[in-house]
């Protein structure tokens, strides 16, 4: 388990942009997988996106062409940049280290931090 610290959610209309942040306790984030998932309330963890280098990122179709992921190995943070949001990314999102491939999905027992709340109105 390597914990995270997840900020930068709000409460935005429909169409805004909001930028995560996922500050990594370790020195050696370079070392790491990083995705985001996210949980809406009554629903199951979903993947969102990840990155374990520039060239290997990869999206679920929901956020495509809309989400970016990135990081900053000397900040220690993993960011995601959400833009013309939705009401159906209203979620608690929270960030994880990953196996990055197309289709990931969050390790089994997963122990979620606290997440950041995205809110969406229409």
């Known amino acids: 388990h390597l914990p995270f610290v997840e900020s930068g959610g709000g409460l935005v209309q429909a169409g805004g942009s909001l930028r995560l942040s996922c500050v990594a306790s370790t020195p050696h984030l370079d070392y790491y997988a990083v995705g985001w998932f996210r949980q809406a309330p009554g629903k199951e963890v979903e993947s969102v996106a990840c990155?374990?280098?520039?060239?290997?990122?990869y999206y679920v179709d929901a956020v495509k062409g809309r989400f970016t992921i990135s990081r900053d190995n000397a900040k220690k943070t993993v960011y995601l940049e959400m833009k013309n949001l939705k009401p159906e990314d209203t979620a608690v999102y929270h960030c994880a280290e990953t196996v990055c491939y197309s289709g990931f999905k969050p390790y089994k027992g997963e122990a979620w931090g606290q997440g950041t709340q995205v809110t969406v109105s229409s």
């Open positions: 990155e374990s280098s520039p060239e290997d990122i």
